[in-house]
């Protein structure tokens, strides 16, 4: 991950709510193959029906893989820390 989006993720996931912008419950969402290899594209549609899609390259695509796969871990041991009490 390039060191500016690095610290914006961590800046994102800190909890500081000045630093992030309106969120939006996403309400479908899709990923399409493009013509060459390099990536894909992403399109988003929120609660509001307003949909926007996003090329992703595929270094930002194994970064924002990472990121899920350790906030979805964070989310199953909060899970399970509810469910043991």
């Known amino acids: 991950m390039r060191a500016s989006a690095s610290h914006a993720v961590v800046r994102s996931i800190s909890g500081r709510p000045e630093l992030r912008h309106r969120v939006m419950q996403v ?28 090329f992703v390259d595929a270094t930002d695509a194994g970064d924002i893989g990472e990121v899920l796969r350790r906030e979805a871990a964070c989310v199953d041991a909060g899970t399970a820390a509810i469910e043991e009490q």
């Open 27 to 54: 309400r479908e969402w899709r990923i399409e193959r493009t013509v060459d290899a390099a990536g894909f594209v992403l399109s988003v549609t929120g609660a509001d029906g307003a949909s926007q899609s996003f």
